[in-house]
């Protein structure tokens, strides 16, 4: 309720980006932490990390509230675009200290959202953001998948840096970082404490399409300019 909207809506306008804390209050955090720590809702295994999306029952009340009150604080931000996909990724830094490497998600609007305790979080965690947009006819698999090794990744890397900016948002439990969603974003390098329930864990919202959102802004005149095309 002590967030200031009309700041957040003003700056998201003007950097495609903005940076939220304590985004949830006292007991919605504590019910969601307990919930991604023990949820038997972790169904989906990737390599170093366990995923809970809502095919795995991940449709916990307070998610769908949380969406319905973003859209009500920010309807300029949020007001157009339903929620389309949510999900908790939890992470062994000792088997995957890098979490996900560069992707973009085919939405309109991101969240990510850092559930797990600032005590457990030993060094990095959190989210780099570059600038640069992939263009609109790039497919889903072309710019979200599993790199063939790092030197790939690396040199995507290099070239979004010197296409654009990156914006480096350090972890910090509770912290949300509201993002255009196809803006190509990967996590920071990270160690946490040893113990299951001081894994990394953090709950992503996507909101809308961005096809939707590009048609919108070509009606009114001014498809490109949002994206720095």
């Not at 560069?102 to 959202?113: E, F, G, M, R, S």
């Not at 996590?187 to 864990?201: C, I, N, W």
Request: glycine letters at 6%.
């Amino acid at each position: 309720s002590d967030i200031d909207w009309p700041s957040m809506v003003h700056e998201y306008n003007r950097s495609r980006c903005i940076v939220i804390d304590n985004i949830l209050d006292p007991a919605a955090l504590s019910i969601l932490q307990a919930y991604s720590r023990h949820g038997a809702n972790f169904r989906t295994l990737r390599k170093g990390y366990l995923g809970a999306f809502p095919s795995d029952g991940t449709t916990h009340p307070l998610l769908l509230s949380l969406a319905e009150e973003l859209t009500a604080a920010a309807p300029s931000i949020f007001g157009e675009h339903p929620l389309a996909l949510w999900w908790i990724f939890k992470y062994d830094s000792e088997v995957n200290p890098s979490g996900i490497g560069i992707h973009a998600d085919p939405a309109a609007v991101n969240i990510n959202l850092w559930l797990t305790d600032d005590a457990a979080c030993l060094h990095g965690g959190g989210l780099a953001i570059y600038s640069h947009v992939p263009p609109l006819e790039q497919q889903t698999h072309e710019v979200n998948h599993e790199f063939e090794s790092a030197k790939v990744e690396g040199t995507l890397r290099e070239s979004l840096i010197a296409k654009g900016s990156v914006r480096t948002v350090p972890y910090r439990c509770n912290r949300a970082a509201i993002f255009v969603s196809d803006q190509y974003h990967e996590s920071l390098p990270f160690k946490f404490a040893p113990g299951y329930e001081m894994r990394r864990a953090n709950l992503t919202l996507l909101f809308g399409d961005r096809w939707r959102l590009m048609e919108k802004k070509a009606d009114d005149g001014d498809a490109f300019d949002v994206f720095g095309f």
